[in-house]
């Protein structure tokens, strides 16, 4: 479990940040390698703005998860959920050695996440598209309780593809949903090919803003453009939500899953999950 | 029928219901998806422009929306066509809403083919069997105002999804004021010794037409109301067919995978065993737009073809 208390200055914050995204990367490829399923590359291409936000910028407390005035965290892209599970765990929601009974019978670490199982799971997720659509109607509700909270969504660029994500833009916009942050994870990878060939949906940009969003962007992998981008989103209050897209790696952090279309929802052998660990060089293998 | 003509349909009967209750219960909110004039939310609108939300022409997003709201503990009421609710969205229904058990009640406007006039893209004759399968997902079907109106304080009351399959046109009135509804219950609006009729909704009318054309043959007939599909009264219902030893059970709907299969499976399974039996609904097609009467007439759900069938059942249960 890692303390709450930050260091003042950007580059202590982001060092510190970078060694707890270490911590996750290998407790995500430890628990899909023990579970021999599950997804990695996705989650590897998450964890460093994911740690960003449970470790330095979003307002949570593991010993309250239904806590009125925390923070609202969304998985759209569920499969991603061992990055979900790993920061939910080291922040302290759950013991860590439950992280292995990921995807097993009886455990509370379903294969895609289910919101009444875990503490600090806010919204079901798998579907793709529908859980940014549950994120506007929390973000609604916020609004409507006059809240000050923000409601954080992840999506994957290929989720991008799903109809509904645009009827919830479209609806957030409406409202104006500043306490609204959508964060694409654009490593523009999805489970046949690359996004770009299998759906192409840029300029993903402009079709934010031409729905009335702010439109941010930043190296996903670049703990000081996370925090500063992400500081920004969370800052801009000019009544519309705020799309972040997070210029990312599939598999980032670890050698042979980066970039590569396969890692999306494949188990690493034990040679590879040993060779992994090594990589990562942030915890025990 | 003796019956008063209805002034307004049992879409309208609801949606007044949740204006009432809205000034006492303060914390639900509504959702529309742009057919708000039809389902008669606007009515809510105008009263709390707060606490109304129409999120365009998009089912999917608004019943998301919805799902995302009641995870954070409100009482989301989410208005719209059977068709859409059930069909487009019902992925959404089902993993975001009965999975996790969230307070999302449904007005389903244009159950069956009481839309018959706007045609078969908005009908919802598929809606019951969708929407009985979902785990957790309660299921009410009101026949008159009354029963409408306590359809919606059943559905406020009870703990998780409640989905109401409401009717496009006013047909009669059947419940004086004050009659008690509870979830799981059942009506039984006519007494007879030589077949039970098992219905719901608008065809409750047409079953008690059919009870009167079957008087005149002979034939003494009850007919049950479950305005409460899911649950339903198995107690009722067993009561019933020990006495009468018949059953037609009959729907505006597709005849498979209806209530008539739902009830046909209980009598073999967990009920009192085989007995001769008839399904009226739709028989694996798709009805046509036209007049609502002239509709039920042609594919065989109007009071005579109830009646044909009953006849039938009864002079199966004489052979037997």
Redesign the interface.
């Known amino acids: 479990m890692i303390e709450e208390k930050r260091p003042s200055s950007i580059q202590d914050r982001a060092e510190r940040l970078e060694k707890i995204a270490k911590e996750m990367r290998f407790r995500i490829v430890d628990m899909v390698h023990d579970a021999q399923s599950g997804h990695c590359g996705g989650s590897l291409s998450a964890s460093d703005f994911v740690t960003a936000l449970y470790f330095d910028l979003m307002n949570v407390d593991p010993a309250r998860p239904r806590w009125a005035d925390r923070d609202r965290f ?1 998985l759209s892209k569920g499969h991603a959920c061992p990055v979900w599970y790993a920061a939910l765990a080291i922040r302290g929601y759950f013991p860590v050695e439950e992280l292995r009974t990921l995807r097993r019978n009886d455990s509370r670490l379903q294969g895609h996440p ?3 199982y875990l503490p600090g799971i ?3 997720a ?2 793709l ?2 859980g ?11 609004k ?1 309780m006059k809240k000050d909270h923000k409601v954080w969504a992840i999506l994957g660029d290929g989720e991008l593809d799903e ?2 994500v645009w ?2 833009a ?2 957030a916009a ?2 104006g949903l500043s306490n609204l942050i959508a964060i694409v994870d654009r490593n523009n990878l999805q489970n046949d090919g690359t996004a770009d060939e299998i759906l192409p949906m840029e300029p993903i940009d402009a079709k934010f803003r031409a729905f009335n969003w702010e439109v941010l962007t930043m190296d996903a992998h670049d703990m000081t453009d996370v925090l500063l981008t992400l500081e920004k989103a969370k800052l801009a209050s000019d009544g519309k939500p705020v799309c972040v897209i997070a210029r990312s790696v599939k598999g980032k952090g670890v050698s042979f899953m980066e970039n590569k279309r396969e890692w999306h929802g494949k188990p690493p052998s034990d040679e590879q999950y040993k060779q992994a660990c090594e990589e990562i060089g942030g915890g025990e293998a | 029928m003796n019956l008063i003509k209805a002034k307004n349909p049992t879409r309208r009967a609801f949606a007044d219901r949740m204006v009432e209750r809205s000034e006492t219960d303060k914390d639900f ?1 509504v959702f529309e998806s742009d057919i708000g004039y039809s389902t008669y939310s606007y009515l809510f609108g105008d009263k709390h422009p ?2 109304y ?1 129409n ?2 022409i ?1 089912e ?13 503990g ?1 009482n ?1 009421v989410v208005c719209g066509y059977g068709v859409f609710l059930t069909m487009r969205a019902v ?2 229904v089902r ?2 809403i009965c ?3 969230l307070n999302v009640k449904f007005l389903s406007s244009h159950g069956g083919v009481t839309a018959a006039i706007d045609g078969v893209t908005h009908q919802a004759t598929e809606d019951i069997a969708f929407m009985t399968t979902l785990p957790n997902m309660k299921v009410l079907v009101p026949a008159d105002s009354v029963s409408a109106a306590a359809a919606f304080d059943i559905a406020l009351a009870t703990p998780g999804p409640v989905f109401s399959r409401l009717m496009r046109d006013p047909l009669w009135e059947l419940y004086p004021a004050g009659t008690d509804f509870v979830l799981g219950g059942s009506k039984t609006v006519r007494t007879g010794g030589d077949i039970t009729i098992a219905t719901y909704g608008d065809l409750v009318f047409q079953a008690l037409e059919a009870a009167e054309t079957l008087k005149a043959k002979g034939i003494d007939t009850e007919v049950i109301d479950f305005y409460s599909l899911k649950p339903w009264d198995k107690k009722a219902l067993a009561a019933s067919v020990a006495r009468t030893g018949a059953l037609v059970v009959a729907e505006n709907h597709q005849k498979r995978n209806g209530f008539g299969y739902e009830v046909a499976a209980w009598l073999l399974e967990d009920g009192p065993g085989a007995l001769p039996l008839g399904l009226v609904g739709l028989e694996d097609t798709f009805a046509e737009s036209g007049d609502y009467f002239k509709t039920l007439t042609k594919f065989g759900l109007d009071a005579a073809g109830i009646a044909a069938k009953a006849e039938r059942v009864v002079a199966r249960k004489k052979k037997a």
Do not use: C, H, N, W
Not at chain 2, 60 to 70: D, F, N
């Open positions: 969304v289910v919101a009444t806010d919204a079901t798998g579907s598209g529908v940014f659509g549950q994120a506007v109607g929390m973000a609604l509700e916020g409507l109809g509904i009827e919830a479209a609806q409406k409202f | 909110v707060e606490r939300f999120m365009g998009a999917m997003g608004t019943v998301a929306a919805a799902a995302g709201m009641a995870a954070e409100r989301v992925e959404v993993s975001f999975y996790p058990k």
